[in-house]
């Protein structure tokens, strides 16, 4: 039986493939600080956008939709995360934070996807 973090690993990779398929460009995975994480970040090449992507995992939406689990406490740790990563990259384009949420069993995902999410 897959722990929590591996199970989040593979639901990450799910939405990478799934943000490649609408042609963003993947920069990194698991970008850590000491502030928190950034699961994935991308380039978006059309309106040259620097995209932070959070996703999330429920099997069931019976206690609220992936994307709700995503609260103010958690923007704000990506939010601090995402700051550091523009400044080490000397980026001073367009950014964005997405979230992916994700619903169901890997037979059949459910991926909701919300852009300028926060």
Do not use: C, H, P
């Not at 099997?59 to 958690?74: F, L, N, P």
């Amino acid at each position: 039986m897959k722990n929590k973090r591996e199970t989040g690993f593979e639901y990450e990779e799910i939405a990478k493939k799934f943000l490649e398929e609408k042609n963003l460009s993947f920069i990194t995975s698991n970008y850590y600080t000491r502030y928190g994480e950034v699961d994935l970040i991308f380039f978006e090449k059309l309106s040259e956008t620097l995209v932070f992507v959070e996703v999330k995992y429920r099997k069931k939406s019976i206690y609220g939709t992936a994307v709700e689990t995503v609260d103010r406490k958690k923007q704000e740790k990506i939010l601090l995360s995402s700051q550091i990563y523009i400044i080490e990259n000397e980026w001073n384009g367009n950014i964005r934070y997405d979230i992916i949420g994700i619903t169901g069993n890997k037979s059949e995902n459910n991926i909701n996807w919300i852009k300028n999410a926060f």
